[in-house]
């Protein structure tokens, strides 16, 4: 302010960025568009991820068949528009894998288009970075307007430089994916593998997935591909995430072998009922398989148990603390308050029979492990 409580004029500001914006009065409301329904949406990305030997190869090759001639979805016998489908493949041979298994599937191999390399004019055709190529891709889509699936695997391989456990990173390459899947409304499906985990996801399958969980963020929908803990043959294909719709049930699989020699999906006919993180974290540290219920029962069977022992036992072996949480009601079991004030404490026992006097039992919610035991053991050990 000058002498005398004259305002001095503002000063002129340089704009160099400014929203882009849309009213929500201007935006005609679109239905979702599936091509499977409930599962795989068109214009959208989808992530299917998995440990090796799974068989996740041979399901983007089941789905390029259901595509390539309009085949019913398993279980559920939905409609599956019928279009073109480009598969990007890493790490399997056109000639001896990837074509006998389309075979096997009962594809349409003239309506599949498998990626070889990148042209640029004036430099030697190399490996597509989806960093630096989603522009030769929109061409190929432009150019084949019939394309309803592009498959991705792995995705790791196509990242280029992007540093695949930094968020910030994977946003920015999988952002515009995501965008050019919307413009074409083709469904994208990127396949990727899982980690060992066990630590600071609690349990939870969208932590399975190898590097940030930015991968999981970017998917509209998320599956996981696992063994079956009762018979390792049995592969399970779980909804890990969907943002699109009600979650959906699993599916279960087993590999057979085509009359070409090749292997193919076999589906059975009826729905899973099994989530993600269920599936995954009954695997225990040394690739042994057990059910949380039993095991708790055993361990209880003693007698009561503090629920700090109860949660030190089930990381000794591996087993996430919401897991074990959600496993007390099945179980039997029941978590009960022994004292008043600073000095109450929570243990878990078996339920005692029926006429048998019980003290008042508290109820354990599905998340947050300090309402489940009260004694601060969450503190101790993170999920």
């Not at 299917?48 to 030997?53: E, F, L, T, Y």
């Not at 070889?116 to 030697?124: D, H, T, Y």
């Not at 960093?131 to 889509?141: M, R, S, Y």
Request: hydrophobic letters at 40%; glycine letters at 10%.
């Amino acid at each position: 302010m000058r002498d005398g409580g004259w305002m001095e004029p503002p000063r002129a500001v340089q704009v160099t960025q400014r929203l882009v914006t849309v009213c929500a009065q201007d935006v005609k409301p679109e239905p979702i568009r599936w091509l499977w329904p409930g599962r795989i949406a068109l214009g959208k990305l989808t992530l299917i991820a998995g440990d090796p030997g799974l068989g996740k190869s041979m399901l983007t090759a089941c789905m390029a068949a259901h595509v390539t001639c309009g085949l019913a979805w398993p279980v559920d016998g939905s409609e599956c528009p019928r279009g073109s489908v480009l598969l990007v493949s890493g790490e399997d041979d056109p000639g001896d894998t990837i074509r006998p298994r389309l075979d096997a599937a009962g594809a349409d191999a003239g309506r599949v288009h498998i990626l070889k390399s990148v042209r640029v004019p004036g430099e030697a055709s190399r490996m597509l970075s989806l960093q630096h190529d989603l522009e030769a891709i929109g061409l190929f889509l432009e150019e084949h307007p019939d394309v309803r699936l592009v498959t991705i695997d792995p995705l790791t391989a196509y990242l280029g430089a992007t540093d695949s456990h930094k968020n910030s990173d994977v946003r920015a390459l999988l952002q515009p994916l995501g965008e050019l899947a919307a413009h074409y409304r083709v469904a994208i499906i990127a396949v990727s593998h899982l980690n060992k985990g066990g630590d600071g996801g609690g349990g939870s399958a969208l932590y399975r997935v190898s590097g940030s969980l930015a991968f999981v963020a970017a998917a509209r929908a998320s599956f996981v591909v696992t063994k079956d803990k009762v018979n390792p043959e049995r592969r399970l294909l779980l909804p890990s995430k969907n943002n699109l719709g009600p979650d959906a049930s699993g599916l279960a699989y087993r590999i057979g072998l085509a009359d070409n020699g090749a292997p193919r999906v076999e589906w059975e006919e009826t729905a899973v009922v099994l989530s993600a993180d269920d599936a995954l974290s009954i695997v225990t540290e040394d690739e042994g398989y057990i059910d949380t219920a039993d095991w708790l029962r055993q361990l209880l069977a003693a007698g009561p148990m503090p629920a700090r022992q109860v949660q030190t036992e089930a990381k000794h072996i591996g087993i996430p603390w919401r897991t074990v949480q959600r496993a007390l009601k099945k179980s039997g079991a029941e978590s009960v308050r022994e004292g008043f004030g600073v000095d109450a404490r929570y243990v878990w026992r078996l339920k005692r029979r029926l006429g048998v006097h019980c003290a008042p039992s508290v109820s354990v919610p599905g998340d947050g492990a300090h309402d489940a035991h009260g004694d601060g053991a969450e503190s101790s050990f993170p999920d």
